[in-house]
């Protein structure tokens, strides 16, 4: 089936349905920085639990941990970020803008959009310098004495200068992990692509400690392991592929790294970034601030500093991934609709509740049912309009069942369940609701566009 997904079908949904604006939108916005509304906020909440439970639920080698944003400056001078964190940039003497140097040809030059930078009859870019991507601030009431301070651009190192703390305090030993879901703020000379790409995002990132002869072992497994939880939450599995770096392409820290790359709608691109830092990032943190980041066996007497395989996602480019995959237009009855085919585990609304017309004793019975599911199940109650818009409003949030009271309902109260991939219609007694919903949404679930 073609996609009919586009990048402008996506914005202009979050927009209009709640779940994502552009920030500051009063004052005309600022330049890529999104506001997440009330869906918005549902989804990646979802998204977001969705990998705690990978994380934490579904094994016992991996503790939370939420450090601060701010750390001390000495972080970014040992992980090399003050040195090395940086794109190489130009800029056009004849338009003024900035360009990536690397993506020139991704970009559209600022004076004739359907050349890129450097290829129209004005362009005269500079030399490439190199570009720190880190927000500086001070710390303190007082600019002229106050330290600078940095946002941090992972959280990783939060992960790295706590690494002591955990392992003292969790009795953890290798192979475990410290996995934490936080900010991060990047000054990127080119964001864009909506939420693809923005100065301010959430990481979802994991650092996994290991035995340095099982670094590779545990790098596949995580491999693997990342690309399965995508798939498992109804990612396309032939719109995912895993992409190797090559060695001109890895950072300073890392000894191999591999993508697992989504096709958006400006192709494939990176999702999440799995990588083998080695024992870089505890050695640098052990020279600059002198403690002993390593692990001691006891019984085996055994002292060696881990190595590290890092799976990296970003919450708010897997939320787009997931829109993107879920969008989908058919007709019902030679009527358009568009409908978010999310799984029902990352749906913002699991079920929708609709008295089938406002009267009758359907709105109070729909309201009792509505109360039997609180706390439950995300639910939401409707009862304005014609019924085939209600249904419609929920299709395009992703509500994956709509329950609707009607006459029937009186008699022998039992409601009708509509599936919004199927459409189908079934009736379910209404002391059963709560469980066979619970049930339908914890089930495996593949989505239908696969056929
Ligand atoms: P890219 O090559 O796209 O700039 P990266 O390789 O620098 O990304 P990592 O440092 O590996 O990214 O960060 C891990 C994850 O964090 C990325 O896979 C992505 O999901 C997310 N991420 C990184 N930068 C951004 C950003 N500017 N906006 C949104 N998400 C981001």
């Known amino acids: 089936m073609a996609d009919v997904v586009t990048m402008e079908k996506i914005v202009a949904l979050c927009k209009r349905r709640g779940f994502i604006f552009p920030s500051s939108e009063i004052y005309g916005g600022l330049g890529s920085t999104y506001d997440y509304g009330h869906y918005g906020v549902l989804l990646k909440n979802n998204v977001k639990g969705e990998w705690w439970r990978a994380m934490l639920l579904e094994r016992d080698d991996i503790v939370a941990l939420d450090s601060a944003i701010f750390q001390h400056p000495r972080t970014w001078e040992a992980s090399g970020h003050l040195q090395g964190f940086t794109d190489p940039l130009v800029e056009c003497r004849a338009c003024g803008q900035r360009f990536r140097a690397d993506h020139l040809s991704e970009l559209q030059c600022g004076r004739k959009p359907s050349l890129h930078p450097g290829d129209g009859p004005d362009c005269d870019l500079t030399d490439v310098r190199q570009f720190n991507l880190m927000f500086e601030t001070t710390m303190g009431p007082v ?66 400690f290991v035995a340095p002869a099982e670094a590779s072992k545990w790098f596949d497994h995580w491999s693997a392991a990342r690309q399965d939880w995508y798939v498992e939450l109804g990612l396309r599995p032939d719109h995912l592929r895993l992409r190797v770096h090559d060695v001109s392409e890895l950072s300073h820290y890392s000894s191999a790294t591999s993508d697992i790359e989504y096709l958006f709608p400006i192709g494939f691109s990176e999702l999440e970034g799995i990588a083998n830092r080695g024992d870089f990032d505890l050695l640098a943190h052990a020279r600059f601030s002198g403690e002993k980041l390593e692990y001691f066996d006891q019984a085996s007497g055994e002292r060696y500093v881990p190595h590290v395989i890092e799976p990296a996602a970003g919450a708010d480019r897997a939320t787009l991934a997931f829109l993107v995959d879920a969008y989908d237009e058919d007709e019902i009855g030679g009527e358009p609709r568009t409908v978010l085919r999310l799984h029902p585990r990352l749906a913002p609304v699991k079920v929708a509740i609709l008295p089938l017309v406002r009267k009758d004793g359907q709105p109070e019975l729909a309201r009792e049912v509505r109360e039997r599911l609180r706390g439950r199940l995300a639910a939401e109650y409707d009862e304005g309009g014609a019924i085939g818009r209600r249904y419609r409003r929920q299709d395009e949030i992703g509500t994956p069942f709509a329950v609707t009271v009607d006459h029937q309902s009186l008699e022998d109260r039992t409601v009708t369940v509509r599936e919004r991939d199927s459409l189908r219609q079934e009736r379910v007694a209404i002391d059963e609701l709560a469980d066979e919903l619970a049930r339908r949404v914890a089930a495996p679930w593949q989505t239908p566009k696969l056929g």
Do not use: C, D
């Open 143 to 208: 600019k002229e004495t106050g330290a600078t301070v940095y946002l941090r651009p992972e959280t990783a190192q939060g992960i790295f200068v706590n690494f002591k703390n955990v392992l003292q305090f969790s009795r953890r030993r290798p192979p475990f992990g410290i996995a934490q879901v936080g900010k991060s703020f990047r000054n990127e000379i080119t964001p864009g692509n909506f939420i693809f790409r923005t100065r301010e995002f959430e990481q979802m990132e994991m650092e996994y």
